[in-house]
C-alpha cells in the first residue's frame, strides 16, 4: 500500500497571507490527524478527522482550521499566517482512530516571512 | 495532562554499539498505548513499536527492544548493534483517550538525537 502523502512538501509564504496543505491518508484509513512541529513546542497535535468530521482538536488558535473528504483526504487551512507558524505540519493516518497506530506522512515545510 | 519526558537530548555513539533511549510517561489514564518514532532528516516520522498499558512484556524484535516497566512509568528503547542508518531523532509517543475512550492524540517527548559514527 501506498503510504501517506502530503502536498506541497515545500512552501514560502508572506505574514497575512493563508495557506492551504494536502493529506492523502493510507488507502482505507478513514482518521487523519494533522500535527505542528516546531523546535521549541516540538510536535503537537492539532485535530482528528473520521469521516468528515472533526472529532478532536488541540490547543490552536481558530486560524488553523480543516476539513476531511468523503474519500478521507484532507485539507489544513491556515489562515493571517504569523511568522511563530513556521512550521513542519505532519499528517498522519490510521484505520478509526480507535485504539490504532498512526501512520505519518512526509510532511510540508511552511516558511512564513 | 499527559506528559511524555525525553532527557536524553542527543547520544552518540560508534556503530555496532548498543544504544537505550529513554522515556518517562505520565497520564492518568488506565488504558493508553506507548510508542516509538524515528524522525531521520527526511522529515518523515516511522512508526517503529507500540505497547499497550495492560502488556508488560518486553519483547525483541530484529535489532530493536523495549523494556516498559508501569511502576516506574518507563519505556525504554534498546537498539542493537547500532548501525549508520540508525541515526535519527528517536520521539516517545503516549496515546491519549478522549471522553468517547478512543485513542486520537498522541502526546510526544521531545526527541533524542542519536548520531552512530562509523
Known amino acids: 500500500k501506498a503510504g501517506v502523502t502530503q502536498t506541497p512538501r515545500y512552501l514560502i509564504k508572506t505574514r497575512g497571507q493563508q495557506v492551504t496543505l494536502s493529506c492523502s491518508p493510507i488507502?482505507?484509513?478513514?482518521?487523519v490527524s494533522w500535527y505542528q512541529q516546531t523546535p521549541g513546542q516540538g510536535l503537537q497535535f492539532l485535530f482528528e478527522?473520521?469521516?468528515?468530521?472533526?472529532?478532536n482538536k488541540g490547543n490552536f488558535p481558530g486560524r488553523f482550521s480543516g476539513r476531511q473528504f468523503s474519500n478521507s483526504r484532507s485539507e489544513m487551512n491556515v489562515s493571517t499566517l504569523e511568522l511563530g507558524d513556521s512550521a513542519l505540519y505532519l499528517c498522519?493516518?490510521?484505520?478509526?482512530?480507535?485504539?490504532?497506530?498512526?501512520?505519518f506522512g512526509p510532511g510540508t515545510r511552511l516558511t512564513v516571512l | 495532562a499527559q506528559k511524555v519526558t525525553q532527557a536524553q537530548t542527543e547520544i552518540s555513539v560508534v556503530e555496532k554499539e548498543d544504544v537505550t533511549l529513554d522515556c518517562v510517561y505520565e497520564?492518568?489514564?488506565?488504558?493508553?498505548?506507548l510508542f516509538w518514532y524515528k524522525q531521520p532528516p527526511s522529515g518523515e516520522l516511522v512508526f517503529l513499536i507500540r505497547?499497550?498499558?495492560?502488556?508488560?512484556q518486553n519483547e525483541i524484535s530484529g535489532r530493536y527492544s523495549w523494556n516498559f516497566q508501569k511502576s516506574t512509568s518507563s519505556f525504554n528503547f534498546t537498539i542493537t548493534a547500532s548501525q549508520v542508518v540508525d541515526s535519527a531523532v528517536y520521539f516517545c509517543?503516549?496515546?491519549?483517550?478522549?471522553?468517547?475512550?478512543?485513542?486520537?492524540?498522541?502526546?510526544f517527548g521531545k526527541g533524542t538525537l542519536l548520531t552512530v559514527n562509523p
Open positions: 498522519a493516518s490510521s484505520p478509526s482512530g480507535e485504539s490504532d497506530t498512526q501512520y
Open positions: 488507502s482505507g484509513h478513514r482518521s
Open positions: 478527522y473520521f469521516s468528515e468530521t472533526q472529532r
Open positions: 497520564t492518568r489514564d488506565t488504558t493508553y498505548y
Open positions: 505497547r499497550n498499558s495492560f502488556d508488560e
Open positions: 509517543a503516549l496515546s491519549e483517550v478522549n471522553s468517547g475512550g478512543s485513542n486520537y492524540k498522541l502526546t
